[in-house]
């Protein structure tokens, strides 16, 4: 089986692991990413990525010039893509660009005219509902009448596809798998003195951006509510929120018990969330389902749950969005935006710590069995081949 997968998003090494576990699941399986050549994240000129090829067995990185380098849903690729597809002829084509993609309207006509016959499937995020206009009404139309297949990363993704017209199969998953060889048990005892973290403290945790929508005035209002007031709090992040939350830590008297940390590298990241014994992922919904404002958001995932959750550290998480489908029985989930059942959720870890350690026990299990990048990628194959 030939795969040919296009997105920004592999433009990041530490992004393609799930791919590479899926070459290496049969030796009648080649994959071949097809990412930009240059990138702007975030639109900064200065922080333009220049993508170099990879060639690892039958596991190929192929960087192709590109039309906007900023913007994903208007990325398209240059005449190299002709070349490519004639050449690599792959029986599945997979562009992680969303259903308004352009650069899959253009791998799908590719597709039709160099009469590869390829099963075409997409990737996609989005879990609130909307409403085009022309010309992106027909640009949706024409990509959902060509798809043989989606992965779409949530369930409400799953539901809104199906409002759309689409009748087609569908496998929910997240586009990113763990690292379960990095994110894994582990001590961190230098990191712990240099913060100022004490044996017998339990460390409450969040991984994230400082935004209105991760929800951390809802912790911070929870946190003053604790019981047991052996305890510290480790923000490992940054954002726009970051001086209105220190004034508010300052308000509810425990400013003395936070510590932030604001730049670390992913790979790095695993040695803080093993100082945690919980982390926590309060997100709030901000889409308006009275008025369909189409700018609000809710979580999509909480990649970060399954980072926890493979370093045994137990989790609690709102009900916003995809969270409770990922946490499942392996974590607690509390209503957004309740601050009095937040605090209850982490008072049961507190006072109970066989309790903790179980829940700890039982993430880790979830993690492992079901979001590795090797178990996305055996999920992912099985897909594939049932189309």
């Not at 380098?69 to 992680?96: A, H, Y």
């Not at 016959?117 to 009448?145: D, G, R, S, V």
């Not at 539901?159 to 961190?188: K, W």
């Not at 946490?327 to 989930?333: K, S, T, Y």
């Amino acid at each position: 089986m030939k795969i040919l997968v296009a997105s920004h998003s592999y433009i990041i090494d530490l992004n393609r692991e799930k791919l590479r576990e899926l070459a290496q699941l049969g030796a009648d399986i080649e994959v071949t990413i097809a990412v930009p050549k240059r990138w702007q994240p975030g639109g900064v000129m200065k922080d333009t990525i220049e993508t170099q090829p990879i060639e690892e067995g039958n596991f190929r990185v192929i960087p192709l010039s590109n039309f906007s380098q900023n913007n994903q849903g208007l990325l398209s690729f240059g005449t190299d893509l002709i070349k490519l597809m004639r050449e690599f002829r792959p029986n599945v084509i997979q562009v992680e660009q969303g259903v308004k993609s352009i650069a899959y309207a253009e791998m799908i006509t590719l597709n039709k005219l160099l009469g590869l016959n390829a099963k075409n499937l997409f990737f996609t995020w989005w879990n609130i509902p909307y409403e085009l206009k022309f010309p992106l009404a027909a640009l949706e139309q024409y990509n959902l009448k060509h798809t043989h297949g989606i992965v779409v990363g949530n369930a409400d993704g799953f539901d809104i596809l199906r409002d759309r017209g689409y009748n087609g199969p569908m496998q929910i998953m997240p586009q990113l798998g763990v690292d379960e060889h990095l994110f894994q048990p582990q001590d961190q005892p230098e990191i712990a003195a240099e913060l100022g973290i004490q044996s017998g403290e339990f460390v409450i945790g969040f991984v994230g951006r400082f935004v209105p929508e991760k929800g951390l005035k809802t912790l911070f209002q929870a946190a003053a509510k604790l019981e047991h007031q052996n305890w510290k709090m480790l923000l490992l992040g940054r954002g726009p929120m970051k001086d209105e939350l220190m004034q508010l830590a300052q308000a509810l008297g425990f400013a003395d018990r936070l510590i932030q940390v604001e730049s670390v590298p992913h790979a790095d990241v695993y040695r803080y969330i093993n100082l945690m014994d919980s982390l926590i992922l309060p997100s709030e919904t901000t889409y308006d389902f009275k008025t369909l404002t189409a700018a609000g958001w809710k979580e999509q995932f909480g990649h970060v749950i399954i980072e926890a959750m493979a370093c045994q550290v137990p989790v609690i998480g709102s009900d916003s969005g995809e969270i409770p489908n990922v946490i499942a029985d392996a974590g607690l989930v509390f209503p957004e935006g309740d601050v009095d059942q937040l605090a209850d959720r982490l008072n049961q870890l507190i006072s109970n710590p066989n309790f903790a350690e179980e829940i700890g026990q039982k993430g880790y299990q979830r993690a492992i069995v079901k979001y590795t990048n090797r178990a996305l990628a055996k999920d992912l194959l099985e897909f594939y081949r049932s189309l």
